[in-house]
T-cell receptor, first 111, second 113 residues
Framework: DGGITQSPKYLFRKEGQNVTLSCEQN?????MYWYRQDPGQGLRLIYY???????QKGDIAEGYSVSREKKESFPLTVTSAQKNPTAFYLC??????????FGPGTRLTVL | QKEVEQDPGPLSVPEGAIVSLNCTYS??????FMWYRQYSRKGPELLMY????GNKEDGRFTAQVDKSSKYISLFIRDSQPSDSATYLC?????????????FGKGTLLTVNP
C-alpha cells in the first residue's frame, strides 16, 4: 500500500527544545518537500530535496533543518531558533513531475 | 499583488448544486495548475492536474484554465455533503527541475444536506 506517512500526528514542544518530524514515502519518488500551514496563510515551502544528499531552502527555512540520507526519508527538525513553530506541518513527494502528493500532516504545538 | 489570489469564502451551498471555485494569478510563467481538496486536520489530496489552457473533466469535477485571463476554475457538479472541505489551487512554472508549487490560501466549502 503505497503512500506517505508522517509521525507523530500530534507533537508538543517546550520553549527552547528542538523537535524532529518524520516523513517516509514508499512511492519511489525522487523529490520530497516540507510545507507549513497556518490558518489563513495557505501552504508555505520550508525545504525541498530533489535527490538524496541534496536539499534547498524554500521560502521560510529560518529556524528549520533537514537531511536526506535515504530516498524514502526526509525528516524535518524544528529548532529553538524558530520563533513561532506552532503550525500544521505537511510533507509531500513527487516523481519528477509537478504533481505533489501529501502526507497526513503533523500538528506541532509549543507549550 | 500576491502571486495567487483565492477567495477564502466560506461558501455554503445546498446538496446537488453546481459549485464554482476560482483562482487568479499574476505570474504568466505558470504552466501547470492543480486543485487539491483538504478535509479538516488532514493532508491535501490532489484532485485535478492540468497543463496550460483548456478543460479537464474527471467525474463530477471539471478544471478550466484560461491563461489569457490568468484565471483557473474548478466546477463541482451535483455537489455532495462529502465535498465539504477546503479547496486549494496550486500552480508551477515549466523549465528546470524545481517543481515549486505556489498555493492559494484555499476556499472553505460547505455542502448542506
Amino acid at each position: 500500500d503505497g503512500g506517505i506517512t508522517q509521525s507523530p500526528k500530534y507533537l508538543f514542544r517546550k520553549e527552547g527544545q528542538n523537535v524532529t518530524l518524520s516523513c517516509e514515502q514508499n512511492l519511489n519518488h525522487d523529490a520530497m518537500y516540507w510545507y507549513r500551514q497556518d490558518p489563513g496563510q495557505g501552504l508555505r515551502l520550508i525545504y525541498y530535496s530533489q535527490i538524496v544528499n541534496d536539499f534547498q531552502k524554500g521560502d521560510i527555512a529560518e529556524g528549520y533543518s533537514v537531511s536526506r540520507e535515504k530516498k524514502e526519508s526526509f525528516p524535518l527538525t524544528v529548532t529553538s531558533a524558530q520563533k513561532n513553530p506552532t503550525a500544521f506541518y505537511l510533507c509531500a513527494s513527487s516523481r519528477g513531475s509537478h504533481e505533489q502528493f501529501f502526507g497526513p500532516g503533523t500538528r506541532l504545538t509549543v507549550l | 499583488q500576491k502571486e495567487v489570489e483565492q477567495d477564502p469564502g466560506p461558501l455554503s451551498v445546498p446538496e446537488g448544486a453546481i459549485v464554482s471555485l476560482n483562482c487568479t494569478y499574476s505570474n504568466s510563467a505558470f504552466q501547470y495548475f492543480m486543485w487539491y481538496r483538504q478535509y479538516s486536520r488532514k493532508g491535501p489530496e490532489l484532485l485535478m492536474y492540468t497543463y496550460s489552457s483548456g478543460n479537464k473533466e474527471d467525474g463530477r469535477f471539471t478544471a478550466q484554465v484560461d491563461k489569457s485571463s490568468k484565471y483557473i476554475s474548478l466546477f463541482i457538479r451535483d455537489s455532495q455533503p462529502s465535498d465539504s472541505a477546503t479547496y486549494l489551487c496550486a500552480m508551477s512554472q515549466s523549465g528546470g527541475s524545481n517543481y515549486k508549487l505556489t498555493f492559494g490560501k484555499g476556499t472553505l466549502l460547505t455542502v448542506n444536506p
